[in-house]
């Protein structure tokens, strides 16, 4: 079983920044795909990036240029920062490991972008 904790949501006013983190438990963290996905009011749920174990990554096309997701195998630790966020980021950002084809998420941290 793998556990993700998020933290760093808060309210921010637009064109601001954010960083998010994800810490996840287990010894063999370097071999998890990693992804942020986050679900806006009244949204389903949508791929904001991933990173994958060879650090190569992707992005939602909304997301392009304004985030930026990374990791850091020694601290068993994804990031995804964030800037000149918009209202339209508004949303619960989630963590999610991808384990042999298994996925596990974490319970999301709220991100507000004030206008």
């Known amino acids: 079983q793998v556990q993700l904790v998020e933290s760093g949501g808060g309210l921010v006013q637009a064109g601001g920044s954010l960083r998010l983190s994800c810490a996840a438990s287990g010894r063999t963290f370097s071999t998890y795909d990693m992804s942020w996905f986050r679900r806006a009011p009244g949204e389903e749920r949508e791929l904001v990036a991933r990173i994958n174990v060879g650090g190569v990554t992707n992005y939602a096309d909304s997301v392009k240029g304004r985030f930026t997701i990374s990791r850091d195998n020694a601290k068993n630790t994804i990031y995804l920062h964030m800037n000149s966020l918009r209202p339209e980021d508004t949303a619960i950002y989630y963590c999610?490991?991808?384990?042999?084809?298994?996925?596990?998420w974490g319970q999301g941290t709220q991100v507000t972008v004030s206008s």
């Open positions: 999610r490991a991808t384990i042999l084809s298994r996925a596990y």
